[in-house]
């Protein structure tokens, strides 16, 4: 068993993967459990592959893609929530309008990109083991970053994720905490992008935090619930992934999937 867990550790690329990891499997529960509860899911989708355009942009022009992405993240989150409000479309339209265009203009990019060849299966499912010393300096920044935003404007998220009524009558401030939500909610999506892919990254986004709510009912041990679980299905998937040559974003993504079902399975059966 120990040879298990320490082998690995032997190579630098698995270090650095265990850091990735570990960061995922923290803040993107954490961010997670303010989409469950506002039910944000489908705009978390949305950013994941609305990201695309810049990550190519990157590759192009050779810096770190999770750099180029990080305001093509945080300009579609804005975009949205723009839309919205100008245009009178409800959030699904706006979303569905925006995820799709930024999506085909990074797979036009792709395709008509003489200078760069990409693999779309790393783009799609994640390479967590290919992470560079660089990658996991950008995400301990931005780690940092969204734990600050999130301490400090907890009070606000909670009112207009608990009382949406109330807060509108609020106004002006309580769009401005939006628009900051969003913008860490695309930060997170572009860590959790180098460890589960575009398409996985919504399961350690939701599956930890959905997993949390059934269990605390309180939101603060929630939020400490979700980020522990997410850490042992990121930890626990990169092991799997190494030990038995699979997938890490798909095998993260079961772990956490794996959890969930016994908890759901464990409350069912437990009495009234």
Do not use: K
């Amino acid at each position: 068993m120990i040879d298990f867990i320490v082998a690995p550790l032997e190579y630098g690329f698995m270090v650095r993967a265990l850091i990735g990891s570990v960061l995922v499997g923290v803040m993107c529960p954490l961010v997670g459990a303010y989409v469950v509860t506002r039910n944000l899911a489908f705009i978390g989708d949305a950013l994941a592959h609305a990201v695309l355009p810049g990550m190519v942009l990157g590759f192009m022009v050779g810096i770190n893609p999770a750099i180029a992405a990080v305001p093509t993240g945080i300009s579609v989150a804005v975009l949205i929530r723009t839309l919205s409000r100008r245009a009178g479309l409800s959030s699904d339209t706006s979303i569905g309008i925006l995820f799709a265009t930024t999506f085909a203009l990074g797979l036009v990019m792709l395709s008509t990109s003489t200078t760069i060849r990409i693999n779309i299966e790393d783009l799609l499912l994640g390479q967590i083991l290919a992470i560079s010393p660089t990658g996991i300096y950008i995400a301990l920044g931005i780690t940092v970053m969204v734990i600050l935003g999130l301490f400090t404007l907890h009070h606000w998220l909670l009112f207009a994720s608990f009382d949406p009524v109330a807060s509108q009558v609020v106004g002006a401030r309580t769009s401005v905490v939006d628009y900051v939500f969003l913008a860490m909610l695309a930060l997170v999506i572009v860590i959790g992008i180098q460890a589960a892919g575009i398409i996985l990254v919504m399961a350690m986004l939701v599956t930890p935090a959905a997993t949390a709510f059934l269990l605390v009912r309180r939101f603060a041990p929630m939020m400490m619930v979700a980020a522990a679980l997410g850490t042992v299905a990121a930890v626990t998937g990169l092991y799997i992934s190494y030990h038995f040559n699979l997938p890490a974003g798909p095998a993260m993504a079961l772990v956490g999937s794996g959890i969930f079902v016994l908890v759901v399975s464990f409350r069912r059966r437990s009495p009234a």
